[in-house]
């Protein structure tokens, strides 16, 4: 079979070369012209099979938009063009940009969202850790006074705050399991009460 697929290439190879030839030796006279026509067709066709295998890299990054039902029993979530879902809620009332992280236990507050939240980062006792990709961290575990997304509303919920340094504030499994539902498809996650 390798021997096969060996000759073929030879074939195409040996193919390809006589059309060049035969079409160098019809255009002599304006071979500049031929060659200059030649390799802007090439760069076109290049950039057009780049732009399809980059296709979901390029294209713009606009901004998330979370919808959530008329009713408050669904929320739909588009996947960002970094992989990610992302959900805003109200934590005591400051507006939080969350990573939904089903591999996360708890919700984790990094120290600038804990402040916003109205809670003192230095002030709290980091009793439990929390092991990540980067290693272990400490925890101080909280009480949030409410979590509202939208007219869904939860209070007295368990929280933590992360010692560590970390870029975005995670919506973990003790949140995400107050769903009956999770489902992702298509490029969305739907969480349905």
């Known amino acids: 079979m390798q021997d096969f697929e060996t000759a073929h290439l030879i074939y195409l190879i040996v193919l390809g070369l006589a059309v060049v030839f035969w079409f160098v030796a019809q255009n002599r006279e304006k071979l500049g012209t031929v060659v200059q026509q030649a390799l802007i067709w090439g760069l076109l066709f290049i950039g057009v099979i780049a732009a399809y295998g980059l296709w979901d890299d390029?294209?713009?990054?606009?901004?998330?938009s979370q919808k959530i039902a008329a009713d408050g029993d669904r929320i739909e979530l588009p996947r960002h063009v970094d992989g990610h879902y992302y959900l805003t809620a109200d934590v005591n009332g400051e507006a939080?940009?969350?990573v939904v992280d089903t591999g996360a236990t708890?919700?984790?507050l990094n120290q600038d969202d804990a402040r916003r939240a109205g809670l003192d980062p230095d002030d709290l006792a980091y009793v439990g850790r929390a092991f990540t990709a980067n290693g272990e961290v400490r925890t101080a575990p909280v009480r949030l006074d409410s979590v509202e997304i939208g007219p869904i509303r939860d209070t007295?919920?368990?929280a933590v705050v992360n010692e560590g340094a970390l870029d975005q504030s995670l919506l973990g499994m003790s949140y995400l399991q107050r769903y009956s539902s999770i489902q992702i498809a298509e490029g969305r996650l739907v969480l349905t009460r």
């Open 58 to 64: 390029i294209q713009p990054v606009g901004q998330f």
């Open 96 to 98: 939080i940009t969350f």
């Open 106 to 108: 708890d919700i984790v």
């Open 156 to 158: 007295g919920v368990l």
